[in-house]
């Protein structure tokens, strides 16, 4: 049998009980008014007054008392030995009669056991071992820890076998190369329907067929790339403003640089401009410092590199171009002369190039605000988005394509949790034929917070 008292001190054994008498003594159970205990529910028992025990209402099992106890205040000494005295005789009295155990290791035997209270219960030299487990844990995240960083040396050198893939798909984008009939062909999965289509269009008469193919409009490159991906990608069209569009579509390149060996671990987004009118960068960046390595004050919450800062860069607007503020009139009063007068300021704007002039994370131990964290950890989740999503498989998302793969996904998991429900109703319904009297489960009320 195990039990505890009300400051949380577990005892075991047959005279766990008397030692859980003399711990409340010591630990002034008697001010608490009473001895149930959040992790035990011994609700069968109320502490009245130092070395005095009653039966709370409605438990007849237990019945123990000391009518020896006088009204006045004794003395320290006194008391003690007149307490160690009636713990001796309260324990005599349980200890012999059984009905007491077998209400006390009921109620213990109906206690919800969560894993910290188990591993409450267990032995000095167990606790010990587990111990040792948690410090080869940590030695697990360590090793783990430099896995990732060899993992980002590898992405470091397939980034470099990717980039002439990039390069290239840069040039098709800006129409600076035209790619050859071989670099054109791709047979999709409508490729029937569309060889059809095209017998149909080999009856039409050549007069016809070259008036069309006349007037179609041969625009260099593939307008509107990277723009089109912003607007089709939920993520990215949130941040995008009416007056951001003008701007992006002069964007030409996405590319993404890793930290170079033996550098802290980071990487750096950089966003290739043609020549505009609303800022002299041709390129703006955007770098993420990450970490790989166990927090100390927490090393099992390590599952991999984490961003933990970012920086932006400086954008070189034009005059009367920068978006990312805007102009207010505000008129003021003079107190003495009660004059008025109109001046104009600046206050910052939403657009999507705030995404330069991000929020730094704290770093001399002030904690952030919650709409501080959020925006922070937005921040990060949309570099990341990018790094591995969008700059890989740009062209997919500029077809929807990966959007749609996504969509599928999620729909596909909705799915699976739909037809759990499904199948738990099952359960209830065969419950109900083998068990008739069993009533239908009432729903559970909506309780406003």
């Known amino acids: 049998m195990s039990v505890w008292c009300g400051q949380g001190h577990v005892w075991r054994g047959r005279k766990s009980l008397a030692l859980l008498l003399s711990c409340w003594e010591l630990c002034g159970a008697s001010e608490m008014g009473g001895v149930r205990s959040p992790r035990t529910g011994l609700?069968?028992?109320r502490l009245v007054a130092r070395g005095t025990w009653f039966p709370s209402q409605g438990d007849k099992n237990i019945q123990m008392a000391d009518h020896s106890f006088s009204d006045g205040v004794p003395s320290d000494s006194v008391?003690?030995?007149?307490n160690a005295s009636n713990t001796e005789k309260l324990t005599d009295q349980v200890m012999q009669n059984p009905r007491v155990l077998a209400a006390l290791q009921e109620r213990l035997d109906n206690v919800p056991h969560t894993p910290s209270s188990y591993i409450e219960t267990l032995p000095k030299a167990v606790k010990r071992r587990i111990n040792a487990l948690k410090q080869l844990q940590v030695r697990c995240a360590h090793i783990e820890a430099k896995f990732y960083?060899?993992?980002?040396?590898?992405?470091r050198k397939y980034a470099a076998l990717y980039q002439p893939l990039f390069d290239k798909r840069r040039e098709f984008i800006t129409g600076d190369v035209e790619p050859t009939d071989a670099e054109s062909e791709w047979h999709s999965e409508n490729e029937e329907e569309e060889k059809l289509a095209g017998d149909m269009k080999n009856k039409v008469v050549i007069t016809e067929k070259e008036a069309a193919t006349a007037e179609e409009p041969n625009p260099k490159g593939i307008p509107e790339f990277w723009f089109t991906i912003f607007r089709n990608v939920d993520m990215l069209s949130e941040l995008v403003q009416e007056y951001d569009e003008p701007i992006l579509k002069h964007l030409q390149d996405i590319k993404v640089k890793f930290s170079d060996p033996g550098q802290p671990m980071s990487f750096v987004l950089e966003f290739h401009?043609?020549?505009n009118d609303y800022f002299t960068n041709s390129v703006l960046t955007k770098t993420y410092k990450m970490k790989s390595e166990p927090d100390k004050a927490d090393p099992f919450s390590f599952e991999g590199p984490e961003i933990v800062d970012c920086d932006g860069c400086t954008i070189d607007w034009k005059k009367g171009k920068n978006v990312?503020?805007?102009?207010i009139k505000k008129k003021q009063k003079h107190k003495g002369r009660g004059t008025v007068r109109t001046?104009?300021?600046?206050?910052?704007?939403?657009?999507?190039?705030?995404?330069?002039n991000p929020l730094k994370a704290s770093g001399d131990g002030e904690s952030l605000d919650e709409d501080s964290e959020f925006t922070l950890a937005s921040d990060f989740e949309i570099g990341h988005f990018f790094r591995e999503r969008i700059v890989p498989r740009a062209v997919l998302y500029f077809t929807g394509e990966a959007i749609e793969d996504d969509d599928n996904f999620e729909e596909g998991e909705e799915g699976e949790e739909e037809e759990?429900?499904?199948?738990?109703?099952?359960?209830?319904?065969d419950d109900a034929e083998i068990n008739p009297k069993k009533e239908p489960s009432q729903p559970a009320e909506c309780k406003q917070q």
């Open 79 to 82: 008391e003690a030995a007149k």
């Open 343 to 356: 001046i104009t300021k600046q206050v910052p704007n939403e657009s999507f190039f705030n995404f330069f």
């Open 43 to 45: 609700s069968g028992l």
């Open 273 to 275: 401009f043609e020549p």
């Open 420 to 429: 759990l429900e499904g199948d738990e109703e099952g359960e209830d319904e």
């Open 324 to 327: 990312t503020v805007k102009t």
């Open 149 to 155: 960083e060899e993992v980002h040396d590898l992405e």
